[in-house]
């Protein structure tokens, strides 16, 4: 119940393609969808996040859309650079600590 | 940019000592966390602490772990006898009254 799930594991899209990885929850608590970007040796970074009461966010290239009925969240990255080459975790929040369950990430490779 | 700084970098200890993590976290924030992340594998969440006390903690963060907030400023994981299988990426990560939680840059601990 208190799973992310993520998919896919590993994503290769050319520059200027559009990048998307997909998320889903079981537990109807979750109340937050952050999306964090990680590059090798560094700590995971905010990218966007959503509440369920929203079904699509955007700012810049990236957007989050949200289906509150399937339990399922994805992020789509528009004109893909190079630069955004790096893992990509989506993740879950709920109650008073808020602390995060991650989905097992996807390494995103953008080829030139 | 305020920024959740972590020491030291990188850590290597025998199996059976202690180590002490430490974190800076953001100054004005007021919940603290431990993530870990095992290499090449999802971020795992540890424990929150807020108002000087644990507010939530995982399965993962059994007797040999302790978070201590000693002087204000600092925020720290002790591992009291270390394991193979403590060898990770450490990330301490705190946030305000909101739901963003910003990252440190990680300890990498190897226990030889």
């Known amino acids: 119940q208190q799973q992310v799930k993520q998919s896919p594991q590993s994503l290769i899209v050319q520059k200027g393609g559009i990048s998307i990885i997909n998320c889903a929850y079981e537990?109807?608590?979750?109340?937050?969808f952050p999306w964090y970007q990680q590059f090798p040796g560094k700590g995971p970074a905010l990218l966007i996040a959503i509440r369920p009461d929203v079904s699509e966010k955007k700012e810049g290239r990236f957007t989050i859309s949200f289906n509150k009925s399937a339990k399922q969240f994805s992020l789509h990255i528009m004109d893909s650079q190079p630069g955004d080459s790096a893992t990509y975790f989506c993740?879950?929040?709920?109650?008073?600590?808020?602390?995060?369950?991650f989905g097992s990430g996807t390494q995103l490779t953008v080829l030139p | 940019e305020p920024e959740v700084t972590q020491t030291p970098s990188h850590q290597v200890t025998q199996m059976g000592q202690e180590v002490i993590l430490r974190c800076v976290p953001i100054?004005?924030?007021?919940?603290f966390y431990w993530y870990r992340q095992i290499l090449g594998q999802k971020v795992e969440f540890l424990v929150s602490?807020?108002?000087?006390?644990?507010?939530?903690k995982s399965e993962i963060f059994d007797d040999q772990f302790s978070v201590e907030r000693p002087d204000g400023s600092n925020f720290t994981l002790k591992i009291r006898s270390t394991k193979l299988e403590d060898s990770a990426m450490y990330f301490c990560?705190?946030?305000?009254?909101?739901?963003?939680?910003?990252f440190g840059e990680g300890s990498w601990l190897t226990v030889v």
């Open positions: 537990n109807t608590a979750f109340d937050y």
């Open positions: 602490f807020y108002n000087n006390e644990i507010s939530e």
């Open positions: 100054s004005n924030h007021l919940y």
């Open positions: 990560a705190s946030r305000t009254e909101g739901n963003t939680i910003y």
């Open positions: 993740a879950a929040s709920k109650g008073s600590a808020r602390q995060l369950t």
